[in-house]
């Protein structure tokens, strides 16, 4: 059975894939239970289907009155059938706040920007600033399965980053050790973030939504090596440190 007639079985949720091989899950109902359920189906019919895949939780086509959202128990049902939430696309107060408090990244909602229209011309005004975090420093190892997220900064890690485990980052990313698990930098479009490792054993390297899988990375000639990672365009450019 193939994916697209795996979604195609009036879901409680949608699944679109994106160009940077992470999954966007569009909730139309708020029912963990079912969701559940039909997550479990899905694995059954597919063992393999999902299988650690990155996810993209969108919240803000959720009908209102459905009762507040346990974003904590949405996540664990998730990484429960192999989907691992790497940020929250919101645009409700609550839904917000409640990403934040999980130290999860929040992205605008799908469609068009819209703003009304004054009639009346204002000044020209500066832009604000955007927020600068201070480095996220790392000292112990990151296992697989865990997710370190610098938001708004650098990350920076001073340990080895086993197979499984996910490092994003607004900013550059510095591992200063052997790195075997995802490295994620510039998440939200800084196409100027940066990788760079002591030792090249990715899962996989992205910037600003252009990526690099393991198979692609394992034939680079600098595998195993320290390397520095930029972005030229829409290509990964993989250079020795």
């Not at 479990?40 to 895949?53: I, L, R």
């Not at 691992?84 to 409700?92: F, G, M, S, Y």
């Not at 054993?201 to 090596?225: C, H, M, N, T």
Request: proline share 7%; with cysteine.
């Amino acid at each position: 059975m193939s994916q697209a007639d795996l979604l195609a079985q009036d879901p409680v949720f949608q699944l679109k894939g994106s160009m940077l091989a992470i999954t966007v899950m569009e909730l139309a109902y708020n029912d963990l239970e079912r969701l559940d359920q039909q997550l479990s189906e899905k694995v059954a019919q597919a063992p393999a289907f999902f299988g650690n895949t990155p996810l993209v939780l969108a919240l803000d086509k959720l009908p209102e009155g459905e009762g507040s959202l346990d974003l904590a128990a949405l996540m664990a049902v998730c990484r429960k059938h192999g989907l691992r939430t790497l940020a929250v696309r919101a645009n409700r107060a609550e839904h917000i706040a409640a990403s934040e408090a999980l130290d999860l990244p929040v992205l605008p909602p799908s469609g068009a920007r819209e703003r009304s229209l004054d009639s009346a011309p204002k000044a020209p005004h500066k832009p604000a600033e955007p927020e600068v975090r201070p480095s996220k420093i790392i000292t112990s190892p990151v296992r697989g399965g865990q997710q370190v997220y610098a938001q708004g900064g650098d990350l920076i890690v001073l340990a080895p980053v086993s197979a499984g485990a996910e490092l994003l980052a607004d900013g550059n990313i510095h591992v200063y050790a052997p790195m075997r698990g995802r490295a994620l930098a510039g998440i939200k479009g800084n196409a100027k973030a940066r990788i760079f490792c002591q030792q090249m054993g990715a899962e996989l390297f992205s910037i600003a939504g252009q990526y690099k899988v393991a198979e692609d990375l394992r034939r680079d000639p600098l595998w195993g090596e320290a390397v520095h990672v930029s972005l030229s365009g829409d290509v990964l450019n993989i250079t020795r440190l």
